[in-house]
Each structure stands twice: as structure tokens, then as C-alpha cells.
């Protein structure tokens, strides 16, 4: 008698506007239980039957109630839905279809149907799918709902880790479609005969998509004349043309473990672009004065070419050659080995000047997968930074310093990656943080270029990456703007990069805005505002596509390793109030330690984000940056998730210090 009862409900809303309400954002956890973290930075908790009303991220109003003397929240709003699209794997209960959303927060299995189209019969248990969630029970509906618009791939397959995450960030599965015929543009433009000049390509042995030939010279008076010529798709694909805009579109080559797909078609990164031995390629060319100190002239002139490799080069067997005396199974001619000689006393001569007036990076070892041909995974090779691939990174660094100057100088505007330090609002943190260990500097000074370097640098020469790993957290993000800037993280005034144009959109715009400089004309195209936020959220879905496949090929490689109790060196790369996050140096897998496995007790340890420490009864035991032995204690695929714990000899470090702690005490 009382449905439907107008006073009934009157009374009920009036009921309801008297109960406290707080704006946040849901927090769920493994348990079904949540919390609301609010904005005014409080904390309540969610019960299981609420938390069946909304997803992890949700932002919501919530009712703010009492039970068993305890406050807790009801979420009653949707302010903002934290999912739409998401991946999922296919469940089918009684018959009826749904939908398990691929995230740790979102364990719940959602009713679904299948687009206009579609028929359940494609699908199996298991399978997975592209899903949009299309009702929410904060909106009227009774239970979640989603509707399958596409099946990704089969269960089993071996092959999903890729492409289930590129289509977890929307990104393309293939190259783009081949053209019947190539044909060079007529761009108005002389391209100078350099077919005799001994330019040689330094790669990795596989690599197919070479991008850059270099010729040295070193001159009478000690210094050298550097050319870097680079592949030239612009001869070939014409602004705004369906091409353009795809490549536009896609941004970089995206690069995964064990596989890439390509921003340009393969018949041209892979082969008419390529700069390969022994065939004539158009090319765009920079040639510059390098002095004996490594200054770079202001003296670089850019022009067209065509050039043909003399020498196709790899980086292990130039490294051999020049670290060992000799490579095994290589010997170049003379006048390849004065070229990579040549080369080499310029990279030496760029590395200390960049040292003594710039910023340089820690060497670290990439780690590359090797799969079979089913696509298990093999092994994970360490491949360390060697010499080779130093005097490549810096006659390409040459190269964006010499672009970036021209473009300043010539036009203003163009493709930049910039970098402005610290954030403003963290500098006075900073000078405390640094001046404590043992700096002496100010904000004035961090707030320069030359400033800012040389705290880099001080950095750099510490026995110890703690205070490193600390002052990153308070650095700005590098961006890619078409205005030019310092790029502090480098040390450099002006940096714009032109040297692979097959794999970076923003190089193939710099490069016709370079032609525009070499034919005295307005350019074809000028890079608006938009350019370097679509170019950044390209990279930023790239980079986390590349976690995320390496993540769910980790899994897979060490699942035995628990059972086998291998020990790994690990080292710590952040800490915050759960646990600490390390890296595992043999194959460079990203692994948890909770708190909990390094003192059960949760009252004794403090894990500080802020500080960057581990502490048990107030005295230190792990800072960021230290090296530790681990095993692992559970690895997930579902979750995609690698948890482990010190091992037994520093377990026996943190008892000594508990012991140290109750002898204080006592």
C-alpha cells in the first residue's frame, strides 16, 4: 500500500538531505570492500553491498553514515564515470553473456550483449573483447551493463599480451596499408651528389629501418667536420595527403617487446627510406664544424643529398673493434676504419664537453626479449650501452642542437622537445632537500639553465643514486612544443629532434620545415599548438603499452621462480606508504614488497614516500637507490603482478636492528 506513495518519498528525500555528504573518488580493493578518499583529504570506508553501486576511480557523492558506531559511506551521485571503454574477458553464467573488466580494481563480472551485428556465437569462455559500459546503477539502472563492440582475440592465444594491450590503449595492431607505387616528389629542391662520400650506418645487426649515415673528417687544425645525412620520407609523402595524415595520426613507430609496428608502410621505412649499403637514397643533410674541445660551430649548413652507404655497420662488432683492439669475426677497410675513427675521437670530444658544460645520463643496460616462434618467452638479454652506441647518441644529439638553432634562428617556431626543470612550486624543497647532503646552492640558481646543470651534474658524481631518485620527483615533465625553450634534463639551450623522420612524426614536420630554410621559401607546414599535446599523448600510450606487454611477459618468464626460490639483485626505484617497488637487475622486472614481508608487524615499519625510506622501530633499514637480494613470493598473471620479499640475509639486517630498537628501548 505504500509503493508509489508520494508522501512516502517526500519524507524519504527531506530524511535524506539532513545526512552529511562528501565529494571524492572510489577507492576499491581485492577484498570488496572500498573507500571514499575524499577532497578534503578524509577517508571512509565502503561496505561490500555499497561498493556494488560503483567502479573503482568513480567520482561520487556519498551519503556520509553512522553504523556500528562506525562512519561510513553510501555512494549516492555520479559526478563522474570513471570507465567506459575497457577490455574484458568473455564469462558466461547459465547461458548469459558478461564480461570480466582486465583490472586489478574491477573483479566483478558485468551483464553484457553484443553489438548490432555481432552474435553471441563468436564468443567463447575466456575470449577476450572490447567492451563499453553503457549503464551504471548511480544513473537509475538497476546493475552495471556493457555491450561487446569487438572480440580482440581467443583465449589461449599466445599472442594476446600484444593485442590485448594495444587495444587496451587504442593504439593500431599493423602497419599501415602499402600504395601500388612510391614516387619521389618534385619538391623544388637540388639535392647534392654525395654517392662518392664513404658514409657508413651503425645499427644493430636486425635492424632493417636505418635512419642515419655519417662521414668525419678531421681537419689539419685538429678539428672535424661532421655530416649526418637522414632518411628522407618527406621526398615521398606530401603534406595533408591520406598518408600524412595517417602518419600524423599513429605519431611514432610503436616499439614493444619482441615486435614494432610502424608508422610508415614497411616498403618505405624498411627499404626505399632505408639508408641501405651499397643503394643511392635521397637524404637530408647536415654538415657542422665539431672543435677539439667539442664545442659545436655555429656553422651548420643544411642541404639535400643523395648518398649511398659504404658501410652497414653494427654496434657490437664497432664495439668490439675499439674497446677489445679487434673484432673476431670483422675487420673493416682502411677507409672504413679512419671513418669509425674518425667518429670516434668526435663522440669523445662530445661526451666531455656535454659533461663539463651539460647534463649527461647514468648508463643503464636495456633489456630485450627473445621469443620463440610460438611466442613463449625465451630469454631477456641485458645489452649494455657501449661505446658504439655512444658515438651514435651524440652525433644525433649534434644534429638536434644544430636543427634547433636554425629553426629559432630562421623561423621561431618548429618541433622542440623542451624540459624546464624543477617545478616552481617544489624549488624551495629542493635547495632544503640538496643543501642538507652536502650542495651549496639557491633557488636563483636552480631556476637557470647553467644552475640547474650543475646541481645535475654534482648528482651525477655521488657514490649513491638516493638523493637522484628523490630530487626527480620534484622535476618538471619534458614536453614537445613548437615554440623553442632550454631543455634543462639535457643541459642544452634549444633541442629539436630531425634524425628519424621514419619513426616520429614531429621529425618528419621539422624536416620539411629544414627544406622550407634550404629553399629560401615559407613552409608547406607550420606546426600549430596542438601538435605537441597529440604528439605527447601519443608517446605517454606508447610507453605504457610497452609496460604493460613487458609486465604480462615477465609473468609468464618467472612464474616457476617462486616455487624455485630464485634469488635476483634488486634495486630500489620508489618507495611509498604500502611497501617499496624494485627492479630487478638480471632482466629488469618491476617487482612490490609490501611492508608487511619485511616486518609483519605494521605498527613498526614506516615506509616514507617522502623521505625515501624504510624504517622498522624508527632506524632506517632500505633508501632508494640501495641494491638488495629478493625472492619472490607470488607472481600473477591475471593481475600481471610480481611480489617478493628480502631475502634471509637482510631479513637477518632487519632483526638486528628490531634488537638494536628493544635495547634502546630497554
Known sequence: MFQDNPLLAQLKQQIKETIPKKEGTIKATEKGFGFLEADDKTSYFIPPPYMKKVMHGDRVVALIRTEKEKEVAEPDELVEQSVERFIGRVKMFRDKLNVIPDSPQLKDAIRAKTRKGMSHDQLADGDWVVAKLIRHPLKGDNNFFCEISEKITDSGDKIAPWWVTLAKHDLPNKEPAPQDEWNILDEGLDREDLTNLPFITIDSASTKDMDDALHTVKNDDGTFTLTIAIADPTAYIAPETKMDDEARERGFTIYLPGRNIPMLPRELSDNLCSLINDEVRPALCCTVTVAADGTIADDA?????TIKSQGRLAYDDISDLIENGKCEHWQPNDVIRAQIDALHEVAKARISWRETHAVTFIDRPDYRFELSEDNDVVAI?????????????ETMITANICA????????GYGVFNTHAGFNAEKMEDVVALVNEHGADTTAESLASLEGFSSLRRWLN???????DNRIRKFQAYSLIQNTPAEHYAMGLDVYATWTSPIRKYGDMINHRLLKAIIKGEEPSQKPDESVGDELAAHRKHHRM???????????RLLKDSVEQKTEYAAEIFDINRAGMRVRLLENGAMTFIPGSLIVDNKERIECNGEQGTVSVDGNKGFQLGDQIQVVLTSVKEPTRSIVGKPTREFAVVAEKIEDSSKEKKD
Open 404 to 411: 634547433g638553432r636554425v629553426l629559432r634562428k630562421h623561423f
Open 461 to 467: 658524481s655521488l657514490d649513491t643514486t638516493y638523493l
Open 301 to 305: 649548413r643544411f642541404f639535400s643529398a
Open 381 to 393: 638479454h641485458l645489452d649494455s650501452r657501449r661505446i658504439a652506441n655512444r658515438m651514435v647518441e
Open 545 to 555: 603499452a610497452e609496460r604493460d606487454v613487458a609486465d604480462w611477459l615477465y609473468v
